[in-house]
């Protein structure tokens, strides 16, 4: 069966600094990737999609990148954190079904 | 027009009533309808899939109205566990393009 792993579960961290959130999935190869933000009082908003190694897509503008760097890895990352990017994240998996990992919580003060 | 709307609520509602959530979405070319639920603090989690035709799965039904663009959750004999977020889910575009997601309506089930 399929399987996602988000790290760390909980991050806080102050304004200005780095960041880097980890998705790997087990038991499927080559699947559609993407990364979720759950903002307080707000419905997860899709920030960006990975149909393959190297391959991003970015649905909004803003502080954050995302990386692929294999097939079943999903890297969401920042050089410098704002307040704004305090949300819930979670990567989720899809192959006709959908699949979301437990979600990392992060506070940016 | 956001692209799905849902009433927040809350909707406080005792054990053993029954509930409906409705949900609109905007973009009439959208393929796919789900709802999820989404405990507190935890990731959502699929419930049900909507299909066109109605479809049940126990105490749970969901409708789908192409033409008003509308969807419905109903749940009968409601339980304490029950009581979670429920989020209207499109998935509009197709493809490897993300799901859509309502804000989510927020039940409580009273005992």
């Known amino acids: 069966s399929q399987t996602i792993h988000q790290w760390p579960a909980t991050l806080v961290q102050p304004v200005g600094s780095p960041l880097s959130l980890e998705c790997t999935v087990e038991g499927t190869s080559n699947p559609n990737l993407y990364w979720y933000r759950q903002a307080a009082g707000r419905g997860l908003q899709l920030l960006f999609y990975?149909?393959?190694?190297?391959?991003i897509s970015s649905e909004v503008p803003q502080n954050l990148s995302a990386s692929r760097p294999q097939d079943r890895q999903f890297i969401l990352s920042s050089k410098k954190l704002l307040l704004s990017d305090s949300g819930f994240y979670l990567c989720?998996?899809?192959?006709?079904?959908?699949?979301f990992g437990p979600g990392t919580r992060l506070t940016v003060l | 027009r956001k692209e799905v709307e849902q009433d927040p609520g809350p909707f406080n509602v005792p054990e053993g009533a029954t509930v409906a959530f409705n949900c609109t979405y905007s973009?009439?070319?959208?393929?796919?309808f789900f709802w999820y639920r989404q405990d507190c603090r935890k990731e959502p989690k699929l419930l049900m899939s909507v299909y066109s035709s109605g479809n049940e799965d126990g105490r749970f039904t969901a409708q789908l109205n192409r033409a008003s663009q509308y969807i419905s959750l109903l749940i009968r004999d409601s339980k304490l566990s029950d009581s979670a977020t429920y989020l209207c889910?499109?998935?509009?575009?197709?493809?490897?393009?993300?799901?859509?997601f309502g804000k989510g309506t927020h039940l409580i089930i009273q005992p």
């Open positions: 990975s149909v393959g190694i190297g391959q």
């Open positions: 889910v499109v998935n509009g575009r197709g493809g490897a393009d993300g799901l859509t």
């Open positions: 989720a998996w899809s192959e006709g079904s959908w699949l």
């Open positions: 973009n009439s070319a959208s393929q796919s």
